[in-house]
């Protein structure tokens, strides 16, 4: 059942033939991918309150949750005479950077230029005057949500701006607005306007939310003056991080998103979502759309999450989030069959990282962690938040299952930095006819290693082939895939690849595998083949 196993070259795309090389066969198992692990980090506030609180940056929170058995509703007009004057017009100006050519890199060197003129630079004019480049202008939306002029909006509305200048909705004056504090991973951005008395929106709890409630999205869109739009919340929890980069250019790390049909249209980015009685529940940040225009599929940063971030930027200057250490990922029917478990709960973790919180507390890749500081963690998004709500240096209980027995570990978390992870010879092998059909694995040759971006010390063997119809490819398995472990069995080679592979019975197959989205596990299962 094995295909020939071959070492990998320096393009995984290309085969390779060699007549002096040996061969090895492999057949690799089907499983699925649920959630691509990530080390855990993350911060977010909920309050348990259920009237109205102010918090240290003067918030006026509401938890109580809307009235669902209002009906007859015939106008929000009352609604929008209430939020519309907190929303803002961001505008924004920046000074583009000058391209250089990345293929002739000393174009730009001042000694070149002083003996060959200026025109080679092609950024100034004879008699080295330089060209200026026009200023880009900007339009985005934001909402006031305190009386001495704190704003919320968007990153990507203020990111690289040079100046930034808010409108108000009702007079139009306009004030210089000072950024506070931005956050990518969240696409929270913070802004402050000099000045007191200023109308304010009052902040919902997104915590209290549901599927089918009434929103209302307000903003600025194409520039043509403050809309509102209506609609329901279509989805919550959502994590969209392929739509989010690919259509959007944004790299959100940290993702509950709500989705909701109102329409959203740009320059609406940063406006507030409003439920039916006027309190903000989230921050309009993009759109999936063909045309460009809404299409009924909006998304919005929950306002808790945007209240976290937003305190921590005005409290320290930069959000703070815990850091646990561990790669993960939600675990499927299949996966609970495989580790004897008798439910989905839970989160599977994948890896370990070296040196980190979750290794100096004993945590080993295939523990299940059950609870967190006393809480029942239901999915991976979750105890990212559960994580990130905890202060840096506060060692806290977290409840794991191992083996089939439940154990207690005490982890001392760290505070997150931008460099932790959120994330051989050829020999002859023999067919087998049990499972991992159709996949040609190889040992991890160092052009491989560096073209790939293995880590040094990492050992398995690499997939350099894979069949679309076989199993293994609808679990997911990728050429550049490495697998570390067969049915828990660590692996360091193709052939203790193979070896373990011929070992495997029952048609189903557990695998752990690495690659540049992290470590998971998935299960191959070739038994109605």
Do not use: C
Request: proline share 5%.
């Amino acid at each position: 059942m094995f295909h020939n196993i071959k070492p990998m070259n320096e393009n995984l795309m290309r085969k390779q033939t060699e007549p002096n090389s040996k061969r090895r066969r492999l057949g690799v198992i089907a499983g699925i991918l649920v959630i691509a692990g990530s080390a855990i980090a993350f911060s977010q506030t909920s309050d348990s309150a259920s009237k109205k609180s102010k918090t240290a940056a003067n918030l006026v929170v509401n938890n109580t949750p809307i009235n669902r058995e209002a009906k007859n509703i015939t106008s929000f007009s009352p609604i929008v005479k209430k939020v519309a004057p907190s929303v803002v017009n961001v505008f924004t100006t920046t000074t583009p950077r000058r391209p250089s050519n990345p293929e002739i890199p000393f174009l730009n060197d001042p000694l070149f230029r002083r003996f060959f003129g200026d025109d080679f630079g092609g950024g100034s004019a004879r008699g080295g005057r330089e060209i200026p480049m026009p200023k880009q202008q900007g339009l985005g939306s934001g909402v006031l949500v305190t009386r001495d002029g704190y704003i919320l909006t968007n990153n990507h509305v203020v990111e690289n701006a040079d100046e930034i200048k808010v409108a108000l909705t009702g007079s139009g004056e306009k004030f210089p607005a000072k950024v506070v504090g931005t956050d990518p991973k969240t696409e929270v951005a913070v802004l402050k306007i000099e000045g007191n008395d200023f109308p304010f929106l009052e902040l919902g709890n997104s915590d209290n939310i549901e599927v089918g409630d009434l929103v209302l999205a307000v903003g600025n869109p194409f520039g043509i003056g403050q809309t509102v739009t209506m609609g329901m919340i279509s989805a919550l929890g959502r994590d969209i991080r392929d739509l989010g980069r690919d259509r959007m250019g944004l790299d959100v790390d940290y993702q509950d998103f709500i989705q909701t049909d109102a329409a959203i249209n740009p320059g609406n980015s940063g406006g507030p979502l409003v439920d039916a009685e006027g309190r903000l529940i989230g921050l309009n940040t993009f759109i999936v759309s063909r045309s460009g225009g809404s299409e009924g599929i909006g998304f919005a940063i929950p306002v808790n999450l945007a209240r976290s971030v937003m305190e921590n930027l005005i409290r320290h200057g930069r959000v703070i989030r815990g850091y646990l250490g561990v790669w993960m990922q939600d675990i499927t029917p299949a996966l609970a069959q495989q580790f004897n478990l008798k439910e989905t709960k839970g989160i599977l973790v994948t890896s370990v990282v070296p040196k980190s919180p979750a290794e100096r507390a004993g945590f080993e890749p295939g523990d299940v962690i059950l609870e967190y500081m006393g809480n029942q963690v239901r999915d991976g998004r979750h105890l990212k938040f559960q994580v990130g709500d905890t202060e840096p240096e506060v060692t806290v209980p977290v409840k794991i299952l191992r083996g089939g027995e439940t154990k207690q570990l005490a982890v001392t978390l760290n505070e997150l930095t931008d460099t932790d992870a959120t994330s051989g010879g050829r020999q002859d092998i023999r067919k087998s006819d049990e499972t991992l059909q159709g996949v040609t694995v190889g040992d991890i040759e160092s052009s491989v290693r560096r073209q790939l971006g293995i880590p040094r010390e990492m050992q398995g063997a690499i997939v350099t082939n894979i069949e679309p119809n076989s199993a293994a490819y609808e679990a997911e398995l990728r050429q550049g895939d490495v697998i570390l472990e067969i049915n828990r069995e660590r692996v360091s080679n193709a052939q203790e690849a193979v070896e373990l592979s011929e070992k495997a019975e029952g048609g189903t197959v557990l695998l752990r595998i690495w690659n540049r989205r992290g470590y998971r596990y998935i299960v191959v299962d070739e038994s109605t083949r």
